[in-house]
């Protein structure tokens, strides 16, 4: 469903951050994408939304030429393609319902956006996305009065709400402690495998990449330098992938 031909993207200064990448993933996929800060793993991972645009090659998602994308047609290919990132993007002094809700307003006309009027199916559906990483109980809280590892299951669940059928997360982990972490992860693979949606999730984290995805790819250098199940990786590809030091650099 995702499909990379000879995709090449460098910087407006110049900066090569991707080289000649080939691949294709299937619908479902639970993936990991690894490998040294700057090897190009977020530029990876946000050129599939066209976050950003691509210099050579082409990038299909369902058939759909991802770089022909603009204006309305790509904003509602984007609704398919949910987004979490290291830092939560919610709002902190709203509810937690409310920030699930949000995900609904592009689909709102601008008379119900301004009074926030949502469906009671909305409201439902976000109810329902809240209680899918267990944190139903929490609805009417305030997001800064709940943990890291809470605030990400809202996003998760604001994504998920509008059904998805690719995540990309960008570090969802980065910020949080190792408890949280594992939490979060959970969830990715509980809504990964419940409703078979494709996840593509940068981390830094190896132990945590190899015990939750199954298929792991990595950079570097803007070069895909494994790509293969997580069980195929051991030293020698971890060495590949991060270098000589790889041991200081995916402990530290
Ligand atoms: P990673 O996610 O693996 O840490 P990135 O994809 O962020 O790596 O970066 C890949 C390379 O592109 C790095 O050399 C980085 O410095 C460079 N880069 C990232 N964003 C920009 C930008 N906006 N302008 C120029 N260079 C960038």
Known sequence: MITFNNVTQVYDNGTVGLKNINLNIEQGE???VIGSSGAGKSTFIRTINKMIDISEGDIQVDGISVSSLSGKKLRDFRFNIGMIFQSFNLI??????NNVLKAFVPKLNAWDTFFGKFSEEQKIKALEALDNVDILDKAFSRVDQLSGGQQQRVALARTNVLDPKIILADEPVASLDPVSSVDVMEYFRKINREKNM??????HDVDMALQYCDRIIGIDAGQIVYDGPSSGVNDDV???????NYKSEIIG
């Open 92 to 97: 902190t002094r709203d509810t937690a319902i």
């Open 238 to 244: 971890l060495r590949t992938i991060y270098g000589e």
């Open 30 to 32: 639970l993936i990991a």
């Open 198 to 203: 494709t996840f593509l999730i940068n981390i």
